[in-house]
T-cell receptor
């Protein structure tokens, strides 16, 4: 069965410091990987997906099939980045998404 | 476009009762998915509907059911409520069927079972 692991429940970094939110997955096929974000008192929303290979709000994520990882990175953290981040996986052309348990990012001013 | 709406936003029920939650997707979206969010288990997939057909189902007991109407609005029903069903239930809609398409989430319905 597919699984998404986010090892850190809480990640605290200082403003301006680099950020890396870890995500590992287990799935034998070719998954679709996503990062979703939930800011305080807002809805869960898509941040980025691996097929787009884009940078959103300074965040990037590279799919490493060898290490089955999809870590989210940003070179310089901003206070407004403080939020809950979820890594997610879907596969097989279906909208059945498996979410990780989430990492709370706290950017300290 | 208006976002995904869910009603009611908050609900308190007693064990053994049943409950129906409603979700209105973004206009034009035909795929609706439901998730259960709890502090212990995180976000767990319940089921997905596309054009009134259930396409996918998660690992939840048969007490959890759903349906989708011709206007893409969806309802989720939980029968014989248990304390463990207390959770935030999220609905998400997508324009197309398929794993590559972005899901837009609603604000959720907070269900408390006493």
């Amino acid at each position: 069965a597919q699984r998404v692991t986010q090892p850190e429940k809480l990640l605290s970094v200082f403003k301006g410091a680099p950020v890396e939110l870890k995500c590992n997955y287990s799935y034998s096929g070719s998954p679709e990987l996503f990062w979703y974000v939930q800011y305080s008192r807002q809805r869960l929303q898509l941040l980025l997906r691996h097929i787009s290979r884009e940078s959103i709000k300074g965040f990037t994520a590279d799919l490493n099939k060898g290490e089955t990882s999809f870590h989210l990175k940003k070179p310089f953290a901003q206070e407004e980045d403080s939020a809950m981040y979820y890594c997610a996986l879907s596969y097989g052309g279906y909208q059945k998404v498996t979410f990780g348990t989430g990492t709370k990012l706290q950017v300290i001013p | 476009k208006a976002g995904v709406t869910q009603t009611p936003r908050y609900l308190i029920k007693t064990r053994g009762q049943q409950v129906t939650l409603s979700c209105s997707p973004i206009s034009g979206h035909r795929s609706v998915s439901w998730y259960q969010q709890t502090p212990g288990q995180g976000l767990q997939f319940l089921f997905e509907y596309f054009s009134e057909t259930q396409r996918n189902k998660g690992n939840f007991p048969g007490r959890f059911s759903g349906r989708q109407f011709s206007n893409s609005r969806s309802e989720m029903n939980v029968s014989t409520l248990e304390l463990g069903d207390s959770a935030l239930y999220l609905c998400a809609s997508s324009a197309e069927q398929g794993s590559r398409h972005e899901q837009y989430f609603g604000p959720g319905t907070r269900l408390t079972v006493t």
